[in-house]
Nanobody
Framework: QVQLVESGGGLVQPGGSLRLSCAAS????????MAWYRQAPGKQRELVAG???????NYADSAKGRFTISRENAKNMAYLQMSSLKPEDTAVYYC???????????????WGQGTQVTVSS
């Protein structure tokens, strides 16, 4: 059983930065594809960024150039560095994990509890 715990959310002004962290436990971390999803009020949950166990990344168009996903396998940690934040980035951000690569980018099996990110002046 994989457990995922997010941290680092909060209130930030437009143009600001935040780094989300995800601590994972329960399986061999390097075998897991990690991803960040988000859900804004009244909107569907969407994939923001993903990273395979070997470090290959993919990003939603809305995240390209502004967000960076990374991982530290030795620490069982994944991160999402967000910069140039916009009000439309306001959402609950979820860390996910799945050993199946294809499923990771559509409907991952393991989810964290989520962390709120609010971008507002």
């Amino acid at each position: 059983q994989v457990q995922l715990v997010e941290s680092g959310g909060g209130l930030v002004q437009p143009g600001g930065s935040l780094r989300l962290s995800c601590a994972a436990s329960g399986l061999i971390f390097s075998s897991l594809n990690m991803a960040w999803y988000r859900q804004a009020p009244g909107k569907q949950r969407e994939l923001v960024a993903g990273i395979t166990g070997r470090g290959m990344t993919n990003y939603a168009d809305s995240a390209k150039g502004r967000f960076t996903i990374s991982r530290e396998n030795a620490k069982n940690m994944a991160y999402l560095q967000m910069s140039s934040l916009k009000p439309e980035d306001t959402a609950v951000y979820y860390c996910t994990a799945d050993p199946n690569t294809m499923r990771s980018w559509t409907s991952p099996y393991y989810w964290g509890q989520g962390t709120q990110v609010t971008v507002s002046s």
